[in-house]
């Protein structure tokens, strides 16, 4: 059995009339979005956090990852002045939460700024002028998101809240 596509001759033994290492661009598209799924999660695991045991008379802070020369350990506000190596990881995670969530705000600003919107709010500007233009109940939606969020996360390290403080 032999059919004929104009001057392709495709017999009944080929498995497939696509050609060899192609996809369909669908299939392609859907492979994108799921490596940039996959690629963007990483950015909000928990990054380890080394446990090692020193107290606020011998912590050095200037060996550790991000004192770099020609500045070196830099602590402008005396923030881990009188801190112990467990004080200094926890800033240290507070700071990688607070920059994740500032790249995901100007992205988000970008975003809206270039005119994307979700179905039903094409007519919120963009920028600040969106914050009198979003409904009281979006309002509430995105207060209630947060706490959530807030809540599944806050035993990757030391209950941001304080519940399990002495």
Known sequence: LEISLSDHNISSSSNSLIPPN??????????????????????????????TSTTALNADFSKEIGAQMP????????????????EFDRLRWVELKHGRVSMLAVTGYLVTYAGVRFPGAEDIPS???????????????MIATWSM??????DQYAAPWGTNQN
């Open 22 to 51: 192609t996809r369909p661009p669908n299939i392609m598209m859907k492979i994108a979005l799921l490596a940039a799924v996959v690629g963007s999660a990483a950015a909000f695991a928990p990054s380890p956090v080394a446990q």
């Open 127 to 141: 920028g600040f002028a969106a914050l009198d233009a979003i409904p009281g109940m979006v309002w509430a939606q």
């Open 71 to 86: 500045l070196g350990f830099i602590d402008p506000l005396g923030l881990v002045a009188d801190a112990d190596q467990d």
């Open 149 to 154: 969020m807030e809540a599944a996360n806050q």
